[in-house]
């Protein structure tokens, strides 16, 4: 069974740094895309952007391009998404995700079951 | 970017009855590549159709989508109370991946 587990729930301040994870297991993990969603309150879905941990290809959506840095640890088989300076408007609900393959274009298969991201002073 | 449309923004009916959702986009999906998920408060998305018409692993028969090029449909044939949840779709033709605003569907 594949399971994506997330890290839990953030509370951080405006300029601060945070780096959530995803850990992937029942499956390849270096052989299938995976990335990232945003979710902010009472809103709609947004794609952030996805990575191939085998060679560590990237692939940023432009609204999240220079904003955030996806990463992946094949050796844990860990990808993460992390910011160097917190607004309070990435207040919202992070979805670890995964593609039905290796080969893109592909659908999400697979979610993580979110982590929340609060920034407030 | 391809941006995608969905209406209604909200479709309210009672168990039983017939759900149809639409998805529009602005340039044509390449090669069908477009996704219909379900999302229920509190809860994670689940993929429900890929490639514009295949169902995903576990899900009823009741959903079917259809569509091609820029116009795209989710029909919920006959509703069952665990069906009234908020449903996107999302286009992965392209390098960049786009999901459309929601539909609502509430009880009546």
């Known amino acids: 069974e594949v399971q994506l587990v997330q890290s839990g729930a953030e509370v951080k301040k405006p300029g601060e740094s945070l780096k959530i994870s995803c850990k992937g297991s029942?499956?390849?993990?270096?052989?299938?895309?995976i990335g990232w969603v945003r979710q902010m309150p009472g809103k709609g879905l947004e794609w952030m952007g996805i990575?191939?941990?085998?060679?560590?290809?990237?692939r940023y959506s432009p609204s999240f391009q220079g904003q955030v840095t996806i990463s992946a640890d094949k050796s844990i088989s860990t990808a993460y998404v992390q910011w160097s300076s917190l607004k309070a408007s990435d207040t919202a609900m992070y979805y670890c995700v995964r593609l039905q393959s290796g080969v893109v274009p592909a659908a999400i298969s697979d979610w993580g079951q979110g982590t929340l991201v609060t920034v407030s002073s | 970017e391809i941006v995608l449309t969905q209406s209604p923004g909200t479709l309210s009916l009672s168990p039983g009855e017939r759900a149809t959702l639409s998805c529009r986009a602005s340039q044509s999906v390449s090669s069908s590549n477009l996704a219909w998920y379900q999302q229920k408060p509190g809860q994670a998305p689940r993929l429900l159709i890929y490639g514009a018409s295949s169902r995903a692993t576990g899900i009823p028969d009741r959903f079917s989508g259809n569509g091609s090029g820029t116009d795209f449909t989710l029909t919920i044939s006959r509703l069952e109370p665990e069906d009234f949840a908020v449903y996107y779709c999302q286009q992965y033709g392209s390098s960049q991946l786009t999901f459309g605003g929601g539909t609502k569907v509430q009880i009546k």
């Open positions: 029942g499956y390849r993990f270096t052989t299938y895309w």
């Open positions: 990575i191939f941990p085998g060679d560590s290809d990237t």
